[in-house]
């Protein structure tokens, strides 16, 4: 079944989480100071022109509130649900809070999709990020969600303090072997009055850059992807707050995705170029549609071959290739200029 979805997004900041994780600030992150009430659920479920797919409760852990405030959520939606306003109801929670009686209720009242906030894997990393949940927690959650019939959408976040790349990538392993129906990375955001905001000041926590967030991620795409599993997001929804200074360091891009896609051509290209028979000028093609991502910003990946393959001219044209793969077009400069079998050689 296909993620895109078109959602109603509401937002619950903070509700139903006793715990104070060191990076968050779902306020900043969610453009919502206040959560909604059962009250203005109905108000925006009325107000809708025309129906969405699903009615999604962000920014808190829902089936961390009492079944009764849970309810009282559900059953302001449930109107408009039997009308045909929203088809289904999503919810986003922890790993920890994922109960029997809480799942039977959101069945009763049409939740069809319920996203986990995971983070890491590591069970050190949740230690020392304030999480108040095991990688085990995890792992048990989502196996009873689908024995509940869920779909599951599994969170991660990298760069989170005493994380590091290999540890980011074995979280992305250990997610995706859990068969999750999509996954959302968030690669960790400085956010000013948090616990993280005062360990970066005092230096005892490494900032994760853009640069950063880039590199491990166009590892963790393409593993999610081979396997089927769909990223939904990379990085933030950017929101007025974050872009005005909330964001005070880390990895708040809203390019972030472009950039990470941007990097994967790179090293396809790349190591297109390694296997030789180009000369002093050559042509790479890819997908119409993937043209830009392959040159980068400001021509930032062309720039990089000519200087590291000594090429004279490098440019990119759109070429009959699936989606994904960059192939070497043409190749001149050399005696081997005239060889047929390089002009058409993909790597996917």
């Known amino acids: 079944m296909s993620l895109a ?3 109603l997004p509401l937002f619950i900041p903070h509700l139903g989480c006793g715990h104070n994780c060191v990076f968050c600030s779902q306020r900043s992150i969610s453009g919502h100071t206040e959560p909604v009430t059962p009250a203005s659920v109905a108000e925006a479920l009325a107000s809708l022109s025309r129906p969405v797919d699903e009615l999604a409760f962000y920014g808190g852990s829902f089936t961390a509130l009492p079944l009764s405030a849970q309810e009282g959520y559900l059953s302001a ?5 039997q009308k045909g306003v929203i088809r289904a109801i999503r919810v986003s929670t922890r790993p920890d809070a994922v109960s029997v009686p809480a799942l039977e209720q959101l069945r009763r009242y049409g939740a069809e999709t319920v996203e986990l906030g995971a983070q890491s894997m590591d069970d050190a990393v949740l230690r020392v990020s304030g999480r108040g949940h095991s990688a085990e ?10 024995r509940f019939g869920f779909r599951v959408i599994l969170q991660m976040m990298t760069g989170l303090p005493g994380s590091s790349p290999e540890r980011d990538f ?8 859990l068969r999750p129906d999509g996954v959302r990375i968030y690669p960790t955001v400085i956010l000013r009055d948090t616990p993280l905001y005062d360990l970066w000041r005092r230096g005892e926590y490494r900032e994760h850059t853009v640069s950063d967030a880039v590199e491990i991620c166009a590892r963790l795409l393409p593993l999610f992807e ?14 007025d707050a974050l872009s005005a200074g909330q964001a005070a360091g880390g990895a708040y891009d809203p390019a972030l995705g472009e950039k990470v896609r941007s ?8 190591a297109l170029l390694r296997r030789g028979g180009y000369g ?3 042509v790479l093609g890819v997908c119409k549609s993937d043209v830009s991502q392959l040159i980068g910003q400001r021509r930032c990946n062309l720039e990089a071959l000519r200087t590291e393959f000594h090429l004279e001219r490098l440019s990119v044209r759109p070429a009959e290739l699936p989606r994904g793969e960059v192939a070497l077009l043409e190749a001149k400069g050399t ?8 002009n058409t050689r993909p790597l996917p």
């Open 335 to 342: 005696a081997r200029e005239d060889r047929s079998d390089r």
């Open 77 to 81: 939606a449930a109107p408009f649900l």
């Open 263 to 270: 990097r994967i051509y790179l090293e396809k290209a790349r």
């Open 280 to 282: 002093a000028c050559a």
């Open 170 to 177: 074995r979280t992305g392993e250990a997610l995706a072997a």
């Open 226 to 239: 081979s396997k089927g599993i769909p990223v939904i997001r990379l990085g933030l929804n950017p929101t």
């Open 137 to 146: 927690d995890t792992a048990q959650a989502a196996a009873r969600l689908r």
């Open 5 to 7: 979805r078109r959602i």
